[in-house]
């Protein structure tokens, strides 16, 4: 996997696959469809390892790999799966993908218009700036598509492996990977120059450096909620909207290996069998204390009818998160459950950063509502080392914002507001 200085991230993905044994599979290896759609790689397989780490191995056929493969290491093996790949997921009533989707609206001006960040504002993201509450201290991931990390208002924040060596060709720290002075790049492709601009975007949502000028005159710069965090980008999904499912895993597992305490995934789909693979990486994390935000997703259902994953994995230290409008309510588009949906966040026509050295205003999803919350998480762990992933989720679930007239439905009952969820927490952590 190509290792780059200047990074990445992610876009939109779907999951998984079915659970596969130490002994004989019921999979007919000529299955080139997995039930729930996505492409299932015959020669690729993930497979996790009695000691815990997990491995991406390649073999002729299936047949091959647990005949010669499985069987040679049948002692040191706990579990394998096929690989498959996953995809961003579009709009209901859209043949473009959800968050790739332009929106019209006018021109921004160099002076941002008070609607310009109209989430910060809603969720009241200021009144922690004004404590001087912004991130500081507090590492957080953006696993997606690609990310342009030498933007200017995104370089700033990169997280520096300062165990390796940049350039020099060595994997100084000994993780498996040469040079990744900032990040890995684990997408199946190289940088093209038409890179989706959904992972910049995401992560200018979550930590663009305010105290950093717009590359663009005709743009404001961007405020993001956590302006002081550090960014670990790391990019799985390609320019086309798909990547695979070992190449997410790789890619959270080195999330977490790097610090990260804070991991955006802007990305999921329909289950496939449970999605074992997937789940059983976001299980480890949550074991690590980890806080996991993840996209509810944009088909307009219920995932407690209809599992969507990682959505509806909900684990202890993981916030699925719906998306809602300006004027506080859930967007049409968003996913939602009383149960698998823990809150909402602003979601729709959201300005944050973009290739290369631009801006946009104008992307809608739910993969925007994530980072939002992710952000949120940034600021209240910077406030409050101590606090634990699961301290820092009851404090915003507890005090999210909502009407008798307008409940949302996630188990919240309403949108985010940091500024409360703070509140909660100073009177949980003590001053």
């Given at each position: 996997m190509?290792?780059?200085?200047?990074?990445?991230?992610?876009?939109?993905?779907?999951?998984?696959?079915?659970?596969?044994?130490?002994?004989?599979?019921?999979v007919?290896?000529?299955?080139?469809?997995?039930?729930?759609?996505?492409?299932?790689?015959?020669?690729?397989?993930?497979?996790?390892?009695?000691?815990?780490?997990?491995?991406?191995?390649?073999?002729?056929s299936?047949?091959?790999?647990?005949?010669?493969?499985?069987?040679?290491?049948?002692?040191e093996?706990k579990?394998?799966?096929?690989?498959?790949?996953?995809?961003?997921?579009?709009?209901?009533?859209?043949?473009?993908?959800?968050?790739?989707?332009?929106?019209?609206?006018?021109?921004?001006?160099?002076?941002?218009?008070?609607?310009?960040?109209?989430?910060?504002?809603?969720?009241?993201?200021?009144?922690?700036?004004?404590l001087?509450?912004?991130?500081?201290?507090?590492?957080?991931?953006?696993?997606?598509?690609?990310?342009?990390?030498?933007?200017?208002?995104l370089f700033?924040r990169?997280?520096?492996?300062?165990?390796?060596?940049?350039?020099?060709?060595?994997?100084?720290?000994?993780?498996?990977?040469?040079?990744?002075?900032?990040?890995?790049?684990?997408?199946?492709?190289?940088?093209?120059?038409?890179?989706?601009?959904?992972?910049?975007?995401?992560?200018?949502?979550?930590?663009?450096?305010?105290?950093?000028?717009?590359?663009?005159?005709?743009?404001?710069?961007?405020?993001?909620?956590?302006?002081?965090?550090?960014?670990?980008?790391?990019?799985?999904?390609?320019?086309?909207?798909?990547?695979?499912?070992?190449?997410?895993?790789?890619?959270?597992?080195?999330?977490?290996?790097?610090?990260?305490?804070?991991?955006?995934?802007?990305?999921?789909?329909?289950?496939?069998?449970?999605g074992?693979?997937?789940?059983s990486?976001?299980?480890?994390?949550?074991?690590?204390?980890?806080?996991?935000?993840?996209?509810?997703?944009?088909?307009?259902?219920?995932?407690?009818?209809?599992?969507?994953?990682?959505?509806?994995?909900?684990?202890?230290?993981?916030?699925?998160?719906?998306?809602?409008?300006?004027?506080?309510?859930?967007?049409?588009?968003?996913?939602?459950?009383?149960?698998?949906?823990?809150?909402?966040?602003p979601?729709?026509?959201?300005?944050?950063?973009?290739?290369?050295?631009?801006?946009?205003?104008?992307?809608?999803?739910?993969?925007?509502?994530?980072?939002?919350?992710?952000?949120?998480?940034?600021?209240?762990?910077?406030?409050?080392?101590?606090?634990?992933?699961?301290?820092?989720?009851?404090?915003?679930?507890?005090?999210?914002?909502?009407?008798?007239?307008?409940?949302?439905?996630?188990?919240?009952?309403?949108?985010?507001?940091?500024?409360?969820?703070?509140?909660?927490?100073?009177?949980?952590?003590?001053?």
């Amino acid at each position: 996997m190509e290792v780059i200085k200047f990074l990445l991230a992610v876009g939109f993905a779907s999951t998984l696959m079915a659970c596969a044994q130490k002994t004989e599979q019921s999979v007919d290896a000529a299955v080139t469809q997995a039930s729930c759609g996505g492409m299932i790689y015959q020669n690729r397989f993930i497979v996790e390892w009695e000691d815990g780490h997990t491995s991406i191995e390649n073999a002729e056929s299936y047949e091959k790999f647990k005949s010669e493969f499985v069987k040679s290491n049948l002692k040191e093996i706990k579990k394998f799966y096929k690989d498959q790949e996953v995809q961003m997921l579009p709009l209901q009533d859209s043949s473009v993908t959800v968050d790739e989707k332009i929106m019209p609206t006018s021109t921004v001006s160099q002076n941002a218009t008070a609607t310009t960040y109209w989430g910060q504002q809603k969720v009241q993201a200021d009144q922690l700036w004004n404590l001087g509450i912004k991130g500081k201290g507090v590492t957080v991931a953006v696993v997606d598509s690609y990310v342009q990390a030498d933007h200017p208002q995104l370089f700033t924040r990169l997280s520096i492996n300062t165990a390796e060596i940049p350039n020099n060709g060595i994997d100084d720290d000994g993780n498996g990977y040469v040079d990744d002075y900032y990040s890995v790049d684990f997408r199946d492709e190289p940088t093209t120059g038409k890179e989706s601009v959904h992972g910049t975007h995401v992560a200018g949502i979550i930590l663009a450096d305010s105290a950093v000028p717009s590359a663009d005159s005709s743009s404001p710069a961007m405020k993001g909620m956590a302006p002081e965090a550090n960014l670990i980008p790391a990019p799985f999904i390609n320019s086309s909207g798909s990547g695979s499912l070992s190449n997410a895993i790789l890619a959270l597992n080195y999330a977490a290996k790097r610090g990260a305490q804070i991991i955006n995934n802007s990305w999921g789909g329909a289950g496939c069998e449970g999605g074992k693979a997937l789940q059983s990486t976001f299980v480890d994390l949550d074991k690590q204390g980890i806080l996991l935000t993840v996209a509810a997703g944009n088909s307009s259902h219920d995932i407690g009818d209809s599992p969507e994953y990682p959505a509806a994995f909900n684990l202890a230290n993981q916030i699925t998160v719906a998306s809602s409008g300006a004027s506080d309510f859930m967007s049409y588009f968003s996913n939602s459950s009383n149960k698998l949906v823990h809150i909402a966040a602003p979601g729709e026509n959201i300005y944050s950063t973009v290739p290369f050295n631009k801006y946009a205003d104008t992307l809608s999803g739910t993969s925007m509502a994530s980072p939002f919350v992710a952000g949120a998480a940034a600021l209240l762990k910077s406030a409050y080392p101590k606090a634990t992933s699961v301290q820092i989720k009851d404090a915003l679930l507890t005090t999210a914002e909502y009407s008798q007239n307008n409940q949302f439905r996630v188990t919240s009952r309403g949108r985010m507001n940091v500024y409360k969820a703070y509140l909660k927490l100073q009177s949980v952590m003590g001053n």
